[in-house]
């Protein structure tokens, strides 16, 4: 079957509409992240499919933009009674997110969620050494823990003792302006309010503490941005009451649920190494390629984000080091640069 008669197997399942959001975490320039121009093109979904009684989210991304997912599942909750969200393999950080924000979250054995505290990045971030015209993200749980290993591993709680542990922290080298830290602070803060409202939003209404000890997992206490979390622990340990197991609700979803992720895998080349050399192409000195690293679609619309890439090879002058001096070797590389990019 093809991805439209994928997708409305699913729906039949279901009794639900599906809309598929996918995004590329290719390694290099082909990838993509969750970001607000979607909205705009999921709004044209949703016009089209109307007032329904469910909607399913067909979801996976390594995440992106943390302002999108109370902007996105606000506005699918307007077209629909139950929103839920399918999740074929990763649906991390960003999109950890808006799947927090649905009332059924349905995951098969190879599904995974992650945790959603950000790493930020502004002006006043310190510069990256190897490229002073970036700056080095900032982990906000790194952040936290350092003062944490500080107050309870160290038992340092003496406010004078910790102001020279904060000036030791400013101090760094890279040095970090304490404008920085306060964009950390105002990050999580933030984080921990969208989170909140996204669980508040739900149909079936979350007790508060149960909220207070999903948002504390999900934003505190699992410790590393890339431990993943599968669906048993969501939803016994964590407390995700919403999960379902796909099997459980129909035992042919999880076949189709992987088949149409199997489709957009082979479109979109998911898991294929990047490298400009075999991009070029042999005995080829200058190629271009186009990459489909987004896709929003249902049965009756379908939109792609296209990147286009141009490799050229050509010689460049690498320095040496001989018995003589420093010399100049002529050197044979593949250069490349993106030539346009959008939503189609």
Sequence with gaps: ?????????????????????????????????VAMDIIPIISKQLQAIGKTGKIDL???????????????VSMVREYCDKFSVLVPYKAHSAATMIALGADEIVMSDLSELSPIDPSTANVFNPPDAQNPQ???????EDVMAYF??????????NDEELSRIFNKFVESNPQIHPLALGNVNRIH??????AKRLLKSHKSPMKEEEIEKVVDYFTEKLYSHQYFIGRKEAKEDLGLKNVI???TADPLLVKIMTELYEEYKKEMDLGTLWNPENELGLNTMQNRRDYKIAFIES????NHFELSIEYKKQQVNTVQQTPQGPIQIPQEQVIWRPVGQGWK
Aim: proline share 4%.
């Design 1 to 33: 079957m093809n991805k439209k008669q994928l997708i409305q197997q699913i729906e039949r399942i279901r009794g639900s509409r599906v809309i598929t959001y996918l995004t590329s975490d290719r390694q290099g320039p082909i990838n993509a992240r």
């Design 58 to 72: 067909f979801l996976y991304s390594a995440g992106g933009d943390t302002m999108v997912p109370w902007r996105l």
């Design 134 to 140: 970036n700056k080095i993200p900032i982990s906000v």
């Design 148 to 157: 944490d290993l500080a107050k309870n591993k160290f038992g340092i709680k």
């Design 189 to 194: 803060n933030l984080i921990r309010i969208l």
């Design 245 to 247: 197991y796909a099997e």
């Design 299 to 302: 049965w009756q619309l379908s």
